[in-house]
């Protein structure tokens, strides 16, 4: 047994382990490496996106997941409901791309709002969001204006025409009093009226962000209006106010008046069909002798009359510190007067310019159409050179020294200001464009030639109607002389046919008759010659023909004429 221990080998199994790389033990087996993917977070909102959509039982909208990375999102008019709209508010509380969001017209209900206000709570990159007209009633109202008292993201939001009532202001006044980051809202298309504009006026009062807001085509009116204006008259921040189509009515066009009075940070005020007064109008124009602030007043379907826009012009122009810009007259009926300092004060302030008319007309381009032009520019321009007693080259050539042959329209123009000739801003342009009729921007002596050729023209054209209008008066008058004398004729002869012209006249008083073309009608349905309506009366010696044929064709006129020296010559 000794020999046999000794005779076998020992086996190194240590030497055969490091000798053999590819030796495999579960005693030495590695730990798998393990690879951490990226995250991926249009994938994961698309997973979440779908899953929601299939428990829902919704159509995934492709638009969505096509612009899941853009800034921009918008899915107005899709039909979302409340459910489509909580799978993509679901979704959207993973985003950081979309900024500006716009989902109007989607019939969210408030449901739906509420889904938007949770989300909005969480996303911290939407900037600008639209939930106009989702008929968010009082459930969306409450919910949005929890969200808004603690969102730090929003800039601007947009929830007109959603049903919002009286009551749901509150929510609104409690956010703008504590929401220190919102810039622009727009609360138009509503139903606040007195109670919603007390709130709506505590709000503005106490906020201290919003630039712009608009409250247009509400039902503001008496107390709404006051509050809103004592919360106006305490805020410094807002520059922009939309409250056309409410009821301010004069009382509140004067408490307007007064804010504006002492407001240095308003620039745009529209108060549209407000059922604002001459009266009114009156108040607002003592403000605008002081303020210096506005840019932009509009006044437009609002029963003001001819009085109170020329006296808010005026106002304008009194005030040299005046930084007004646009005044907005739509459909307001103005004065000649008007018209004329109009055009003074755009001569003296060419930014500044008045709209009127049905769709924004510029008054400025009404009074350029050839039509509306009380003078010919040309005549004006021609009246300059005979009054200074020089020639048209010579004034020419002073408006531009480089080359005497051509200006361009802005030399012209300046040439025109610098010469005092007295042409307002859109004369002057009339009158560049019939000079520059091929269109090259350069006015060349030779069109100035043309064109006091055909002012020439024109006026000989004018003096030679005036002249022939002359000759057809006075033909005219000899055949009335001429009738009338054949008519008194007539009636020095038979006066029972003096009876039956007043019978005549007084039938076509009542009647409106006309005599007809032919005489022997005329006469007939006239009654002439008749003694009364059964008996004609024999025509008397030396009447001929041609006088009877003048007694049948007298104007109404004539018959009045001829009947009251009848009843002079007649007395009984």
Not at 73 to 92: E, S, V
Not at 347 to 375: A, C, I, T
Request: net charge neutral.
């Amino acid at each position: 047994m000794t020999a046999v221990r000794s005779t076998m080998a020992t086996p190194d199994f240590d030497n055969d382990l490091g000798d053999s790389d590819d030796y495999e033990t579960d005693l030495e087996l590695e730990e798998p490496e393990v690879v951490q993917q990226e995250y991926d977070p249009v994938s994961e909102m698309t997973r979440l996106y779908r899953s929601v959509c299939r428990r829902t039982g919704v159509v995934p909208a492709s638009t969505f997941l096509r612009h899941l990375t853009a800034s921009e999102l918008n899915m107005d008019h899709y039909g979302l409901g409340p459910l489509g709209t909580k799978c993509i508010a679901t979704a959207l509380k993973m985003s950081t791309f979309i900024e500006t969001l716009s989902l109007e017209d989607n019939w969210m209900t408030g449901e739906g709002g509420v889904y938007m206000a949770d989300m909005l709570k969480e996303n911290p990159s939407i900037t600008d969001i639209n939930l106009a007209s989702n008929r968010l009633g009082t459930e969306g109202s409450e919910a949005i204006g929890d969200m808004l008292l603690e969102n730090r993201s929003l800039r601007r939001v947009n929830l007109a025409d959603n049903k919002f009532s009286d009551r749901d202001a509150m929510f609104f006044a409690g956010a703008m009093q504590s929401n220190r980051y919102l810039e622009e809202l727009n609360l138009s298309g509503n139903e606040f009226s007195e109670v919603g504009g007390g709130f709506m006026g505590a709000g503005i009062g106490a906020n201290e962000t919003i630039t712009a807001l608009n409250l247009s085509w509400n039902h503001l009116r008496l107390k709404g209006v006051f509050a809103l204006c004592r919360g106006l008259r305490s805020n410094n921040t807002l520059q922009w106010l939309d409250v056309s189509w409410n009821g301010f009515d004069d009382e509140g066009a004067s408490g307007l008046a007064t804010v504006l009075k002492y407001n240095e940070v308003l620039t745009y005020l529209d108060l549209t069909n407000n059922r604002i007064s001459t009266r009114g109008a009156m108040k607002m124009a003592k403000a605008l002798c002081i303020n210096k602030t506005l840019h932009t007043l509009k006044l437009g379907k609002n029963p003001i009359g001819m009085d109170g826009s020329l006296q808010l012009l005026k106002a304008v122009r009194s005030n040299e510190e005046s930084g007004m810009h646009v005044l907005d007259l739509t459909d307001v009926l103005l004065s000649q007067e008007f018209l004329d300092l109009y055009t003074v004060v755009q001569q003296e302030r060419p930014h500044f310019s008045v709209v009127y008319g049905g769709v924004g007309q510029d008054l400025g381009w009404m009074v350029n159409d050839k039509k509306h032009l009380k003078r010919d520019p040309m005549q004006v321009f021609q009246d300059y050179i005979y009054k200074n007693h020089t020639r048209v080259i010579t004034v020419f050539q002073s408006f531009n020294r480089g080359d005497r042959d051509r200006v361009t329209r802005e030399a012209f123009k300046k040439g025109i200001k610098t010469a005092k000739i007295p042409l307002a801003p859109h004369e002057i342009e009339h009158m560049l464009d019939v000079l520059d009729s091929d269109g090259d921007g350069m006015i060349s002596y030779g069109d100035v030639m043309a064109g006091q050729k055909e002012l020439f023209k024109k006026k000989r054209e004018e003096e030679w109607k005036k002249y022939t209008e002359v000759l057809e008066e006075r033909r005219r008058r000899r055949q009335v002389k001429e009738k009338l004398e054949g008519a008194m004729d007539v009636l020095d002869k038979e006066p029972r046919s003096a009876e039956a012209w007043i019978r005549a006249l007084q039938r076509m008083k009542h009647k409106q008759m006309t005599p007809s073309r032919s005489s022997t009608r005329s006469g007939s349905r006239l009654g002439l010659g008749r003694s009364d309506s059964r008996a004609r009366s024999p025509s008397p010696a030396g009447t001929t023909d041609e006088t009877k044929q003048v007694t049948r064709t007298k104007t109404p006129q004539l018959m009045s004429v001829v009947g009251n020296v009848w009843k002079k010559a007649h007395p009984n």
